[in-house]
C-alpha cells in the first residue's frame, strides 16, 4: 500500500516570508496524482493545489508552488508572501492513476502551520 | 451552492446512544467517502461507494453502517456510541474517470461523546 508521510507536525512563518511544506511518498507505480489540502481553523478541507505524476512542470497557483521530484518521491509545497489566513493543518495526499486503486486517497498526517504577524 | 453537505454540523449525544450522519453532493460525483479525524487530526478512510456499490470498507466496528440510497447520498449511521467514537466525521466525494480529479469536503461533523 502506498503511504504517505510528512515530517514536521509544526512549523511557524512570519508574515511575508516563505515557508516549505514538505511531503514523502512510497509507491511502485509510476503514474498517480497528488494534492495538497489545507484545513484552517473553520476545519474545511479546501485543495490547495494538484500534480500529475506524469508532469515534470511543478504547479502553481498563485502564492503556492510545488516542488515535484518524481525520482526522490518527494512533494513538497512552497507558500510565499506568507498571509495570516494560510495559518493551517495542510494534508499532502495521494492517488492511484491504477484502476485497482484509483478511488483510494492515502493522506499524510498533516503539518501545522503558525503565520506569526 | 454547496458542493458536498453534512448534516448536522455537530452532535452531542450520550453512550451508547445510535445516531446517523447524512451527506448529499450535488457534483455529479460517482463515488462517495467517510472519513474519521482523530483529535490529532489524522484523516482515516472508513467507507467508499462508487455507484452505490460498496468498494472501501477499512478495518472500522461493526457498529458503523454506510448506506448509499443513490450516488449523491451516502449516510452513516453509528449503534450503540462509545467515548472513542467522539471526532469530526467528513464525508467526501470525487469523480472516478476524468484522470486524478480530487475530492470534495464536506465541513464535518463534530461527534462528542459524554
Known amino acids: ?117 | 451552492d454547496t458542493a458536498v453537505s453534512q448534516t448536522p454540523k455537530y452532535l452531542v449525544t450520550q453512550m451508547g446512544n445510535d445516531k446517523s450522519i447524512k451527506c448529499e453532493q450535488n457534483l455529479g460525483h460517482d463515488t462517495m467517502y467517510w472519513y474519521k479525524q482523530d483529535s490529532k487530526k489524522f484523516l482515516k478512510i472508513m467507507f467508499s461507494y462508487n455507484n452505490k456499490e460498496l468498494i472501501i470498507n477499512e478495518t472500522v466496528p461493526n457498529r458503523f453502517s454506510p448506506k448509499s440510497p443513490d450516488k449523491a447520498h451516502l449516510n452513516l449511521h453509528i449503534n450503540s456510541l462509545e467515548l472513542g467514537d467522539s471526532a469530526v466525521y467528513f464525508c467526501a466525494s470525487s469523480r472516478s474517470t476524468g484522470g486524478g480529479q480530487p475530492q470534495h469536503f464536506g465541513d464535518g461533523t463534530r461527534l462528542s461523546i459524554l
Not at chain 1, 11 to 35: G, H, K, N, R
Not at chain 1, 36 to 45: A, G, I, L, V
Open chain 1, 1 to 117: 500500500a502506498q503511504t504517505v508521510t510528512q515530517s514536521q507536525p509544526e512549523m511557524s512563518v512570519q508574515e511575508a516570508e516563505t515557508v516549505t511544506l514538505s511531503c514523502t511518498y512510497d509507491t511502485s507505480e509510476s503514474d498517480y496524482y497528488l494534492f495538497w489540502y489545507k484545513q484552517p481553523p473553520s476545519r474545511q478541507m479546501i485543495l490547495v493545489i494538484r500534480q500529475e505524476a506524469y508532469k515534470q512542470q511543478n504547479a502553481t497557483e498563485n502564492r503556492f508552488s510545488v516542488n515535484f521530484q518524481k525520482a526522490a518521491k518527494s512533494f513538497s509545497l512552497k507558500i510565499s508572501d506568507s498571509q495570516l489566513g494560510d495559518a493551517a493543518m495542510y494534508f499532502c495526499a495521494y492517488r492511484s492513476a491504477r484502476r485497482y486503486n484509483f478511488n483510494k486517497f492515502y493522506f499524510g498526517s498533516g503539518t501545522k502551520l503558525n503565520v506569526k504577524p
